[in-house]
């Protein structure tokens, strides 16, 4: 069992490798994002608390995304290994973490940084978009859908989504907060020996390739 945090600036690539790795070798994918964006769709209490903060491309609290890994990595039925995805942000995240895996007798085996210049992580950002019904990830330049209004893997018609926060000022913002909030979590791990590397740069199997390696 491995439990494998990645780390990156939005747009590094995290969610692409988290889903080939989960599909791969049956990791548990555990998305901050994705559940705070299902809160949203669902028009929750928590969706509508947060959904301003989202599209600004603010952190929402501490409490509020602590909370939520706390809930899935109690009830989730899990053998093979969680993947966090966008969580831990804050140094406060990455202490609530080793105490929610100890309470569950777990541990951290390693935090993969994907580095990436913020050049390209706009680029990337900017005109990706997503099939709402099986999830499968595109790029209006780098990879578009065969017909632009069908998904190529689940066949759907219609089901693509922009998310709110990709655009130019949220974008600003997101990579603020990263740099302010999430990235003295790269000293943090490297302090704890559990840092590796990779370079974000590279073909989705390039990269995919690495952390394997860093998980053998
Ligand atoms: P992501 O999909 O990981 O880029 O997250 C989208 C947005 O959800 C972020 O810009 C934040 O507003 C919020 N969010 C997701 N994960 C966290 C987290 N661990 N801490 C605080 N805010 C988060």
């Known amino acids: ?5 990645l ?6 690539g ?12 049956g990791f548990v994918q555990l998305s901050t994002g994705d559940m705070l964006r299902e809160a949203k769709k669902d028009q929750s ?11 600004r491309g603010e952190l929402v ?3 509020i995304v602590i909370g939520l890994i706390e809930k899935k990595l109690t009830n989730e ?8 995805d966008g969580f831990p942000r804050t140094l406060a995240q990455a202490d609530a973490l080793r105490d929610l895996l100890e309470t ?18 706009v680029q990337r950002i900017i005109g990706r978009f997503t099939c709402s019904s099986c999830g499968e990830l595109y790029h209006k330049t780098t990879k578009p859908p065969k017909n632009p209004s069908i998904c190529d893997i689940c066949g759907s018609k219609d089901t693509f989504n922009y998310r709110q926060d990709d655009n130019e000022d949220s974008l600003k913002i997101r990579l603020l907060a990263y ?20 370079n974000g740069l590279g073909s989705v199997d390039e990269i995919q390739s690495k952390i394997r390696n860093i998980l053998s």
Do not use: W
Not at 77 to 84: A, D, L, Q, T
Not at 180 to 192: F, K, N, V, W
């Open 1 to 5: 069992m491995k439990n494998l945090i």
């Open 7 to 12: 780390l990156g600036p939005p747009g590094a």
């Open 14 to 25: 995290k969610g692409t490798q988290a889903r080939n790795l989960c599909e791969a070798f």
């Open 45 to 55: 209490e928590l969706g509508k608390k947060v959904a301003n903060i989202m599209a």
């Open 61 to 63: 609290t501490d409490e």
């Open 77 to 84: 039925e899990n053998s093979k290994g969680f993947i966090f």
């Open 104 to 121: 569950i007798g777990q541990k951290l085996d390693h935090v993969v940084e994907l580095y990436v210049d913020d050049e390209k992580l």
């Open 179 to 198: 740099y302010r909030d999430t990235s003295p979590l790269i000293g943090y791990y490297h302090a704890h020996n559990k840092l590796r590397k990779v």
